[in-house]
């Protein structure tokens, strides 16, 4: 099984290029029983793509774009995802083990009540998403992805890494973020400093936390203020 190191932690990959593994393609990720395994799906170009309660195993998504995407109930392993375009995604109630999105574009993405295991983002568009009641059961990594005014509510992202990442705006709310790696990221235009403690950083890193709570205080320094008459 492929792995990768990203400072703390490592993530276990899906091993496609296994030269005993041998990937069919389909048409469709809608297989009989539920089930598409050892598969390859790419250059689709769909209008809607609606999943429920299936189960994807083993193989490669690229090149897909979709206009709307609705995936409920998936169980997802060792699945890379890349070069994807997935428009308007609502993704809900799924575990994903062993995934790698690699630059795919996720923006305004809504994601709630997953559970993701050895789950890596590599040069993903993520700005505007959504992530509501998401649990890192396992090491989850975020690698030179941009999330401009994306959103953690009530996460779990115990342990979690990111790294060369646009955070402009990206607010993490109510959850638990103990240990997670922020090392490497330009903090200072985060939101919902509060929730995150017991973080990761560096020690240049506390001025750009600081500037990052004075201006979600909305804090005024007096030399900027106008003198009164």
């Known amino acids: 099984m492929d792995s990768r190191t990203l400072?703390?932690?490592?993530?276990?990959?899906?091993?496609?290029?296994?030269?005993d593994l041998?990937?069919?393609?389909?048409?469709?990720?809608?297989?009989?029983?539920g089930?598409?395994?050892?598969?390859?799906y790419a250059d689709a170009s769909l209008r809607e793509l609606d999943l429920t309660q299936a189960h994807l195993v083993t193989g490669r998504i690229s090149g897909l774009?979709?206009?709307?995407v609705r995936l409920d109930g998936l169980r997802v392993d060792s699945v890379e995802f890349d070069g994807c375009d997935l428009g308007s995604l609502h993704w809900s109630g799924s575990k994903l083990?062993?995934?790698?999105?690699?630059?795919?574009?996720?923006?305004?993405?809504?994601?709630?009540?997953?559970?993701l295991d050895n789950v890596l983002f590599e040069g993903c568009r993520l700005d505007y998403a959504t992530f509501d009641q998401v649990r890192a059961s396992g090491?989850?990594?975020?690698?030179?992805?941009?999330?401009?005014?994306?959103?953690?509510?009530?996460?779990?992202?115990?342990?979690?890494?990111?790294?060369?990442?646009?955070?402009?705006?990206?607010?993490?709310?109510?959850?638990?973020?103990?240990?997670?790696?922020?090392?490497g990221n330009d903090l200072s235009a985060l939101r919902g400093i509060p929730a995150l403690k017991e973080v990761i950083i560096d020690r240049p890193q506390q001025a750009e936390l600081a500037h990052a709570l004075t201006a979600e205080l909305g804090i005024v320094f007096a030399d900027t203020l106008d003198d009164p008459e």
Do not use: W
């Open 7 to 19: 400072g703390r932690i490592t993530v276990s990959l899906p091993a496609l290029d296994d030269p």
């Open 22 to 33: 041998y990937l069919s393609n389909v048409a469709s990720l809608e297989g009989g029983r």
């Open 35 to 40: 089930t598409v395994q050892d598969f390859r």
């Open 65 to 68: 774009s979709a206009q709307r």
């Open 97 to 115: 083990s062993r995934i790698v999105f690699r630059n795919c574009r996720l923006m305004g993405a809504a994601l709630e009540q997953l559970t």
């Open 139 to 183: 090491p989850l990594a975020f690698v030179k992805c941009t999330l401009t005014e994306a959103a953690f509510h009530r996460c779990d992202l115990s342990g979690s890494h990111f790294e060369g990442c646009g955070l402009h705006l990206t607010e993490f709310d109510a959850g638990t973020y103990r240990d997670t790696d922020l090392r």
